[in-house]
């Protein structure tokens, strides 16, 4: 059996949960100040020893589901004190492959009433096959087993490679579900026809194609595509205030984006980027710019390879409301990015070369940050005010 170290305050009962080793509350560690905010926080290590942890979301209860790349979902409980076994039930194609494997969870708003939660994955064409693509689905969680497990969606064509698989779920409350997908390190295969390689994906929460999709009427693009153009997403996120959907997307050798996403938006990859060549630094495409391409909010060059999206909204720091906060892989920190009138004004590099590399962001529940580290014994951490008290 696997071996997670939580740290925590506080021990409440909860039916169905494996107790783990538990280490006794100890105080935050006060790891950097924000500088430009004055923002004071501490880091909370609330989860170690999780085989590089992918996503989170969380249930009504309080507890919380969190996705491994190596093929395990957990739920932990509220004071996360305890964790479960592997939930059981996923999809027997599922394919643990470099990049790829089990990738992001989510709930749906209306979970009381209907149960649905959903998982991507990266899953094999048959059971022999060494093609890969991306897949969707939704399934009911009952007694940590996965029930009446729907497959949403299937990315076509599949192909060989561990690269690029984009994989971030988000779910507006208004009945849809939007899905990432990367070029699957084929760039070109993003400004192909026919193919769902570089786009969003938009569906109803039930896997139903929207009719007033943008591609809906065009024979040649896949009428689930919202956007297209697109490297590898691995960020989404809506604005909390104006409910315009956010991405952003890995570059190749610098020219990671940051995007307002569109109905029907080209986003020109490979055709504009800001990055080059990671052999030669040769100019890739046509340029930065293009005649009928979106182009970017903001531009990271170097790369800082950003993963996890989040607007905060709560009310725990004042002082960051409206910025959005994106984990980075390469750079190794959290970065936060100050909006103003839709555009960016500002970047701020927290827990740089701290906590290692940030795989996802989130603001939980009761208006504190969480990420998710990535690594074979990635951990589970909360952004606090500083001074809060262990709980």
Not at 50 to 78: C, D, K, N, Y
Not at 159 to 180: E, M, Q, T
Not at 285 to 313: C, D, N, Q, R
Request: hydrophobic letters at 35%.
């Amino acid at each position: 059996m696997r071996f997670f170290r939580i740290i925590s305050s506080c021990l409440l009962g909860v039916a169905a949960l494996t107790p783990v080793a538990v280490m006794a509350a100890t105080e935050s560690k006060d790891l950097v100040r924000s500088a430009p905010a004055s923002t004071g926080f501490s880091v909370r290590v609330l989860v170690e020893n999780l085989q590089h942890p992918w996503g989170i979301a969380w249930l009504p209860s309080g507890e919380m589901l969190i996705t491994e790349r190596e093929g395990f979902v957990r739920r932990i409980s509220q004071d996360f004190r305890q964790i479960s076994k592997p939930i059981t039930g996923l999809p027997n194609l599922l394919a643990v492959s470099g990049q790829g494997g089990l990738l992001d969870v989510a709930v749906h708003p209306e979970y009381s009433r209907n149960g649905w939660i959903y998982i991507s994955y990266v899953e094999r064409q048959d059971e022999r096959s060494s093609m890969l693509g991306t897949a969707l689905i939704r399934a009911r969680l009952k007694n940590d087993r996965l029930m009446d497990v729907e497959r949403l969606f299937s990315m076509q064509p599949k192909s060989r490679g561990g690269r690029h698989f984009g994989g971030r779920i988000l779910l507006d409350g208004r009945g849809f579900v939007y899905l990432a997908l990367g070029d699957r390190g084929d760039e070109d295969r993003a400004q192909m026809p026919r193919d769902h390689a570089g786009a969003v994906v938009r569906l109803h929460d039930d896997g139903r194609i929207p009719q007033d999709n943008p591609f809906i009427q065009q024979k040649e693009i896949p009428s689930e595509i919202f956007s297209r153009g697109h490297r590898n997403i691995q960020g989404l996120a809506f604005h909390p205030v104006t409910g315009e959907l956010f991405a952003h997307e890995h570059g190749p050798q610098g020219g990671d984006e940051l995007n307002r996403i569109l109905p029907g938006g080209n986003y020109g990859w490979p055709l504009t980027t800001y990055g080059v060549n990671y052999i030669t630094g040769s100019r890739i495409g046509e340029g930065t710019t293009k005649a009928g391409m979106e182009g970017p909010l903001h531009v990271w060059i170097p790369s800082i390879a950003p993963s996890g999206l989040a607007f905060y909204s709560g009310n725990a720091f004042p002082r960051w409301q409206g910025s959005v906060f994106l984990g980075g892989l390469k750079s190794q920190s959290l970065v936060r990015l100050e909006f103003k009138e839709g555009r960016v004004i500002s970047e701020e590099r927290l827990l740089v070369n701290t906590v290692g590399r940030i795989r996802d962001v989130r603001m939980g529940p009761d208006g504190l940050i969480y990420l998710l580290t990535d690594a074979p014994n990635g951990q589970l951490l909360r952004i606090e005010p500083k001074g809060t008290q262990a709980r």
